[in-house]
């Protein structure tokens, strides 16, 4: 006798919150790029075009917040999710926004790029070490300068932490001197690449980091860049196992295991 076990979908939405397109497009591609659990369905949102199309400092994170959660609350898109993924590598308010109310519902399970790309690193850096010369440490490379200390002050308020910048697992930060949209038009594949493994290198340069967080959505599908850049540093074998993190798919992975969790582990 056998039983058939009955799945429901997780409907998640990645939720771009500049009003690039071609951002979403690059996110998109790196999407399909996945293996995806055949119950889980993706969706894409644009920012309108009130939203900056490139959220390059402090003051473009609280206009896209502002403007996607007036969009999104005038239309009630959100209900037919079950989750939301805000795809800005930033400590975008967004994600504190929807989660407060769309997680007072009991339904929506919230998480951002940035937070999903942490949890991964540290998840990844409690496994066995993967060369010999401690600690091993996890970092980020961005794009422009004004990301340095937002991340590094964010990574420390999520963790809990009180330190102000780099520690004995957190490398810190490195930025390219890019802005997210030059990723997609204006700026040459061969200067994007030059900056890209600079940026890297510098990171890598502080020593036994195992694990790079791609810091900005615009990165997506740049891992090979970052891979090469690592294999320079530190040699074929031991750049050739650094964990590379695009936040995108590690929020998709995060928000579909919540999403049972929160299924499984909940009061009836």
């Not at 794009?143 to 330190?163: C, I």
Request: charged content about 20%; aromatic content about 6%.
């Amino acid at each position: 006798m056998t039983t058939k076990f009955l799945r429901r979908s997780t409907r998640i939405l990645v939720l771009n919150p500049n009003s690039s397109a071609s951002m979403t497009h690059g996110v998109e591609e790196a999407i399909r790029s996945m293996h995806l659990a055949q119950s889980t369905e993706i969706y894409t949102y644009t920012a309108p075009a009130e939203s900056p199309a490139s959220i390059n400092d402090g003051e473009d994170v609280l206009r896209s917040s502002q403007v996607v959660f007036n969009d999104l609350t005038t239309t009630g898109a959100l209900k037919q999710y079950d989750a939301v993924l805000v795809a800005c590598f930033s400590v975008h308010p967004l994600v504190q926004l929807l989660g407060a109310q769309e997680g007072a519902r009991g339904k929506l399970v919230v998480s951002g790029i940035f937070e999903a790309g942490v949890l991964a690193s540290m998840a990844l850096l409690a496994q066995p070490p993967l060369h010999t010369a401690p600690p091993r440490k996890w970092g980020i490379v961005t794009t422009g300068k004004f990301w340095e200390a937002h991340l590094t002050h964010g990574v420390n308020g999520f963790l809990g932490t009180d330190l102000e910048g780099p520690n004995e697992k957190f490398a810190g930060v490195e930025t390219t001197g890019l802005d997210a949209g030059d990723f997609h038009g204006g700026v040459s594949p061969e200067v994007i690449r030059q900056k890209l493994v600079e940026a890297t290198k510098r990171l890598l340069g502080r020593g036994s980091v195992d694990c790079v967080v791609m810091g900005c959505a615009g990165m997506a599908g740049l891992e090979e860049i970052i891979r090469s850049a690592a294999i320079d540093e530190y040699g074929p074998e031991q750049g050739g196992q650094v964990f590379i993190i695009d936040g995108v798919k590690a929020g998709i992975g995060l928000l579909e295991q919540t999403v049972q969790n929160k299924e499984m582990f909940r009061r009836a």
